[in-house]
């Protein structure tokens, strides 16, 4: 009964299951739109101030490298949003089975995925 067990935990080399992968990327998506708040806020209240600072606004908004980082905040709020659907689901004791846990996290990250790029598309 004596198994060589690790005597130290590697996170690089295990294998984290879908439903992991998603609830641990909600937690991250989470933090980054917390931090990212006071960032939003501001530009928000910039763009209002004067017409001046609209049009600063916009310019500022339509560079290439500006609407790619745009995308992937929009990415980052739609999976959170989905995922925490997902998860206040699974706190009613919904979906809690393995096979229907893999597949919400399946939808999440489809569903995540095809409004990212209709919003990518609108917003390009």
């Not at 005597?7 to 989470?30: C, E, N």
């Not at 209709?118 to 390009?124: A, D, E, K, P, Q």
């Amino acid at each position: 009964m004596s198994k060589a067990r690790p005597k130290y935990l590697d996170l690089f080399r295990i294998r984290l299951p879908l439903p992991a992968f998603v609830s641990i990327l909600h937690r991250v998506t989470g933090a980054v739109l917390f931090l990212l708040i006071p960032l939003l806020l501001y530009l928000w209240q910039m763009s209002l101030q004067s017409p001046e600072t609209f049009a600063a606004f916009t310019a500022f908004m339509g560079r290439p490298l500006v609407k790619l980082v745009t995308i992937g905040l929009v990415w980052v709020y739609l999976h959170h949003f989905c995922a925490g659907i997902r998860h206040l689901a699974l706190d009613l004791h919904y979906g809690t089975t393995l096979e229907a846990a893999r597949a919400t996290s399946w939808v999440v990250f489809g569903v995540s995925g095809f409004l990212t790029l209709v919003f990518g598309v609108l917003l390009w």
